[in-house]
């Protein structure tokens, strides 16, 4: 009695691959190969793909790329991403939509790495910045100033990432060595006003009042003098700020907000002494403990080994409430007070 199964049988090609698998080793599944158009059929399509053999589209893939060969006729040209190398008759399945999209992300990196000015359209705003679009990806640009939406900016890549679809675009470095000249009016020490033109999680972007060519960056340890999560949690775009410039380099200009108020941890010292008691609220944990928001602006660390690891922390401690502490130390140099929870 014959006995039948569910395992797929192998094709030529496929038996090729698996027997002969260093002939084959140079066209690899991920990789852009150019695809001729041999044959539209209703639900599917087929491709010469020169010294490779043919090409099959079908499937999702078919019907994600119906715009994209709708008006392609025979014997044209396209870009194809190899899907599989023993597809649907043994041939090898291919995805245009996937080709359209890495295609795109190589020419940026193109654009990027050779620091090309290109002119795009502000499309759009939001509390971070402006969004305008890259082939057919949409981009970020820290600039706050809605008036721009609508009109065409000169741009250069900043950062990009298509695992993530993250494409930064900055004006500022388009504008070149105008901005270079720009900057060396100024100096370190300067305090400048400025306009909140844009909000990441790393830090906020300002623009120079009297000079809004000039975009600084306030680095996320620069903006307090307190532990913040995010520059959004004391900023808002379009707020004015006094800001010191505290580094210019290459036209890049580093700037402070907290340089320009007091630093409580002059004072730690004469406020806190070790042995004390104080009361203090958990802030948040991480890997080492969990920080305490104290009086002054200051905070403590209680270190994870006084409950023996960090989830038996998380069982005795609840952030945002308040507990009792005992100081074992006060290291003001190193912005440093070492609690420990009073048993």
């Not at 090729?16 to 690899?28: G, M, P, Q, T, Y």
């Not at 994600?64 to 396209?78: F, H, Q």
């Not at 903006?223 to 949690?233: A, F, N, T, V, Y």
């Amino acid at each position: 009695m014959a006995v039948i199964t569910n395992k797929r049988l192998t094709s030529p090609i496929g038996q090729l691959i698996k027997n002969e698998a260093d002939l084959v080793s140079f066209l690899k599944i991920g990789d852009l190969i150019e695809a001729r158009l041999l044959k539209k059929a209703p639900r599917r399509i087929y491709f010469d793909l020169g010294k490779f053999g043919t090409g099959i589209l079908y499937g999702s893939e078919f019907l994600n790329a119906r715009n994209l060969v709708k008006d392609l006729e025979l014997d044209s040209l396209i870009s194809a991403k190899v899907a599989d190398l023993d597809g649907e008759e043994g041939l090898v399945e291919l995805s245009l939509a996937g080709a359209h999209k890495q295609k795109n992300w190589q020419e940026l990196k193109e654009w990027r790495d050779s620091g090309e000015v290109l002119e795009v359209k502000v499309i759009g705003a939001n509390s971070g910045g402006l969004v305008a679009e890259v082939n057919q990806i949409k981009a970020f640009l820290p600039v706050s100033l809605r008036k721009f939406v609508g009109q065409d900016l000169k741009v250069k890549i900043l950062d990009f990432n298509p695992r993530t679809t993250k494409l930064i675009l900055s004006e500022k470095e388009a504008v070149g060595e105008n901005l270079k000249e720009l900057v060396s009016k100024y100096a370190v020490g300067d305090v400048v006003d400025g306009v909140i033109s844009g909000l990441a999680d790393f830090g906020a972007f300002v623009r120079f009042v009297d000079t809004p060519a000039i975009e600084g960056l306030v680095h996320i340890s620069e903006i307090d003098h307190r532990l913040i999560d995010s520059p959004k949690e004391v900023l808002k775009v379009d707020e004015s700020v006094k800001v010191k410039i505290i580094d210019i380099k290459d036209g890049q200009v580093s700037l402070s907000i907290k340089a320009l108020t007091p630093n409580p941890w002059d004072k730690a010292g004469e406020v806190f002494r070790a042995g004390e008691e104080i009361g203090g609220r958990l802030s948040k944990f991480n890997p080492f403990g969990a920080y305490i928001s104290l009086d002054h602006d200051l905070h403590g660390l209680v270190h994870v080994s006084e409950f023996g690891g960090l989830e038996e922390m998380k069982k005795e401690l609840e952030p945002g409430k308040e507990y009792r502490f005992i100081i074992e130390s006060v290291k003001p140099e190193e912005k440093r007070i070492i609690l420990k929870i009073k048993k």
